[in-house]
C-alpha cells in the first residue's frame, strides 16, 4: 500500500521568509496530491492540491511542485506570516475506485513575528 | 455557509456508555468518510459511505459503527467507548471517490 514520509516534522521561519515542506510517496500509480492546513483545534483545511499530470501549481504565495519520477512532491510559502502558522499535512492517493487519501505524519510550521 | 457540520463540537462520555456523533453535510456529496484524528497524528480512516455502500477499514475497531440514512446525514456510533477512543472525530465528504475531501469541523470526544 501507498505510504507517504514528510519531513521536516517542525519548521520555525521568521515572518517574510520562505518556508519548504516535502513528502515522498511509495506507490507510482498515485495520482492525486493534496495539502492541508490544520489551525490548533480546527479542521484540516485544503489549501492547494496537484494531480500527476501537472508539475506545478501555484496559488498566490503557496506553491506546490510535482516529481514524479522521483516520487515526491513539495509546499512552498513565500513571504510567511504568522498565520501561517499550523501543522501541514500531505497526502496522497490514486483516484481509480476507492483508494483511501494517505497522509503524512505532518509538519508543524511556526512564523515568528 | 457551513458546508459540513458535526454535532456536538465536543462530547464527554463515560467510559463504557454508548455515543454517537453526527455529522451532515449541505453539497449532496456522495462519499462521507469518518476519520478519528489523536494529537499530534494525521487523520486515520474508519471507515466510508459511497451512496449507502459502506466500507470498513480493516484496522478500524468492531467498536465503531456507522449508520448513513440518507445523503446528507452520517453518524458514528462508539458502542463501549475506552480510554483509548478519545481523539478528535471529523468528518468528510467528496463528491465522488476521485474527488477533493472536505473537512467538518470535527467532534472533541473525552472518555472519562
Known amino acids: 500500500g501507498e505510504n507517504v514520509e514528510q519531513h521536516p516534522s517542525t519548521l520555525s521561519v521568521q515572518e517574510g521568509d520562505s518556508a519548504v515542506i516535502k513528502c515522498t510517496y511509495s506507490?507510482?500509480?498515485?495520482?492525486?496530491f493534496p495539502w492541508y492546513k490544520q489551525e490548533l483545534g480546527k479542521r484540516p483545511q485544503l489549501i492547494i492540491d496537484i494531480r500527476s499530470n501537472v508539475g506545478e501549481k501555484k496559488d498566490q504565495r503557496i506553491a506546490v511542485t510535482l516529481n514524479k519520477t522521483a516520487k515526491h512532491f513539495s509546499l512552498h510559502i513565500t513571504e510567511t506570516q504568522p498565520e501561517d502558522s499550523a501543522v501541514y499535512f500531505c497526502?496522497?492517493?490514486?483516484?481509480?475506485?476507492?483508494?483511501?487519501?494517505?497522509f503524512g505524519t505532518g509538519t508543524r510550521l511556526l512564523v515568528s513575528p | 455557509d457551513a458546508m459540513v457540520i458535526q454535532n456536538p463540537r465536543y462530547q464527554v462520555t463515560q467510559f463504557g456508555k454508548p455515543v454517537t456523533l453526527s455529522c451532515s453535510q449541505t453539497?449532496?456529496?456522495?462519499?462521507m468518510y469518518w476519520y478519528q484524528q489523536k494529537s499530534s497524528q494525521a487523520p486515520k480512516l474508519l471507515f466510508h459511505?459511497?451512496?449507502?455502500?459502506?466500507?470498513n477499514e480493516a484496522d478500524t475497531p468492531d467498536n465503531f459503527q456507522s449508520r448513513r440514512p440518507n445523503t446528507s446525514f452520517c453518524f458514528l456510533d462508539i458502542r463501549s467507548p475506552g480510554l483509548g477512543d478519545a481523539a478528535m472525530y471529523l468528518c468528510a465528504t467528496s463528491r465522488d471517490p476521485a474527488g477533493t475531501q472536505f473537512f467538518g469541523p470535527g467532534t472533541r470526544l473525552t472518555v472519562l
Open positions: 506507490d507510482s500509480a498515485s495520482n492525486y
Open positions: 453539497l449532496n456529496h456522495n462519499v
Open positions: 459511505y459511497y451512496d449507502k455502500d459502506f466500507n
Open positions: 497526502a496522497a492517493k490514486r483516484n481509480t475506485g476507492f483508494q483511501k487519501l494517505v
